[in-house]
């Protein structure tokens, strides 16, 4: 069996950038294991623009950004296999792979860094009453017909969640001639960022329902119509609110689930909030050598981030490889007040470099305080105009701070 | 007439007010950036998108485009109907021009086909 120092489970954003951060860290013998045809994820299929304004200081689409990523990889000699499926992974780090040359096989590793990126909540999640007609997509599927396939799935539409995606596609369908009748959200605020209000809804005069939802969708072959209504504070849509509108094409745009089979299989704990693995601000799961980043650790708004991640884990599985140890120091950081999760569960207060805590409030607070606190003590307190659910949060660290942390650490937001 | 503008350069969307007195700008204000005062300049009188889309590979496929600057809101359709009428062969380099001067724009590849 060929043994490797690294192995990377996805060639996405996070995989790339977890490969390059290694390989700079001094390691060369890397693999990276990519199910798709080809390397890039799927920023591939995310052809819009707004990618790398925090990282490159420009706005790319999905397709430049993967190939800044795929470039550094190739000019390294990095090694990668695509139309490769990952089927197992295991706690000592084997993994079990399969593609068409050839056929099942088995490869260890030091390390194993974790980047497979998440999947869509389906139709299946939510429960929608009505018939099961052809014409019902998730709005990533759309994506990948309209993008990459060249194929309209439909003329007329609603789109129910106001995610990121669902937004981009509402302007995607209406570029390519389509009809987008109605975007429906059942909180009352959208879980996209506003600029996608805005640029995707607005420009094109397609409205937003806020609070309300799909409670039927009707057709016998093909999708015929929908019937939405309004929700009350419960999401319990309120009789009498109905509206009907004809269509051929429902998407659903209602969250991305981390994508961890195979990260159960390999024995690697998970965290009930993000749905992805618990680790430490290392990236280390609970599975000694196993790494993880990227959407398959917690879903982010924006790639910059997730590269950015990746490299923290790229360097920790690097480490690992090479035999350097963390001598940790553990404090466990937990959700306080309005915080729906924190991430790294871990922390090292030992670390030597700064560490950034990422979280995510759980409802839109306006000039929200920032604290946190080890023992009813403040670490560090900051003020915000905004915090809202679609727009991850962070604190840095500084290894000072870190020092002066006696205890667990809590987050919370306060109005 | 004062405006309220949702800026749509950056993930921030950050909440920019524009003063206007007599039909000129007088003040700009909530914005963090250079970018977001030229967003609100041009979007109070010639609000402009950069377009992305496809166009057809020859031999199957889909390439992704965008323009290399953006274009007048009100031409979007138009700049759509060029791309949708352009079919592209391979090689083709990212940033390379595949069609000049639609409605003040080039449309530019962003993705390597060899």
């Not at chain 1, 990523?69 to 090694?79: A, C, D, Y």
């Not at chain 1, 990668?80 to 089927?87: G, N, Q």
């Not at chain 1, 790494?291 to 997730?306: E, I, R, S």
């Amino acid at each position: 069996m060929k043994n490797y120092d690294i192995i990377i489970i996805g060639g996405g954003p996070a995989g790339l950038a977890a490969a390059i951060s290694a390989y700079d860290n001094g390691s060369r013998d890397i693999l990276i294991l990519e199910r798709e045809p080809v390397l890039g994820g799927i920023l591939n299929q995310c052809i819009h623009n707004g990618f790398g304004l925090t990282r490159f200081k420009e706005s790319l689409t999905g397709p430049e950004y993967a190939y800044r990523f795929v470039e550094e990889v190739r000019s390294r000699g990095i090694e990668y296999m695509c139309d490769t499926t990952v089927l197992e992974v295991s706690t000592d780090k084997q993994v079990t792979a399969i593609n068409s040359t050839k056929g099942v096989f088995s490869l260890s590793a030091k390390a194993i860094i974790l980047a497979m990126g998440c999947r869509e909540r389906s139709r299946g999640a939510l429960n929608i009453a009505g018939a099961r007609p052809a014409g019902i997509y998730s709005a990533g599927t759309a994506q990948k017909y309209v993008n990459i396939l060249g194929q309209m799935p439909g003329k007329r539409v609603v789109i129910l969640g106001s995610g990121d995606i669902g937004l981009i596609m509402a302007r995607r369908m209406t570029l390519e001639g389509a009809k987008v009748l109605a975007v429906c959200e059942i909180m009352p605020h959208s879980s996209g960022l506003k600029r996608n209000i805005v640029q995707c809804l607005d420009d094109y005069g397609i409205p937003l329902y806020l609070s309300h939802t799909i409670v039927k969708i009707e057709g016998k072959d093909r999708v015929s119509g929908v019937y939405i209504a309004q929700v009350d504070e419960k999401r319990r849509p309120i009789e009498g609110t109905e509206k009907y509108f004809e269509c051929d094409t429902v998407l659903f745009s209602v969250g991305l689930i981390p994508e961890n089979e195979l990260s159960k299989g390999a024995g690697v704990s998970l965290s009930p909030a993000t749905k992805g693995p618990i680790v430490y601000d290392d990236r280390e799961t609970s599975v000694s050598g196993i790494f993880a980043c990227g959407n398959v650790l917690h879903v982010h708004d924006l790639v910059d981030f997730v590269s950015e991640e990746a490299e923290i884990a790229g360097v920790s599985a690097s480490n690992y490889a090479m035999g350097k140890g963390a001598d940790r120091r553990v404090v466990s950081t937990t959700c306080g007040n309005n915080v729906s999760y924190v991430l790294p569960q871990m922390l090292d207060t030992n670390a030597s470099g700064m560490v950034k805590l990422y979280f995510r409030v759980n409802k839109v607070l306006p000039n929200p305080t920032i604290r946190l606190t080890s023992n009813g003590e403040d670490i560090v307190v900051k003020k915000k105009k905004i915090a809202v659910p679609g727009e991850m949060e962070s604190i840095v660290l500084t290894p000072a701070k870190l020092q002066s942390i006696s205890g667990d650490v809590v987050v919370s937001v306060e109005e | 007439m004062d405006r309220e503008l949702t800026c749509v350069e950056c993930p921030m969307g950050c909440a920019i007010l524009v003063t206007i007195r007599d039909g000129e700008i007088v003040s700009i204000g909530g914005n963090n950036c250079a970018r977001g005062k030229l967003y609100a300049q041009n979007e109070v009188f010639t609000p402009k998108r950069v377009v992305t889309s496809t166009v057809k590979l020859e031999g199957g496929g889909m390439l992704p485009v965008k323009t290399d600057r953006p274009v007048d809101k009100d031409k979007i359709f138009e700049v759509m109907a060029v791309i949708n009428s352009l079919i592209v062969a391979a090689p083709v380099k990212v940033g390379e021009v595949v069609a000049s001067d639609v409605c003040g724009a080039n449309i530019i590849s962003a993705k390597e086909v060899l």
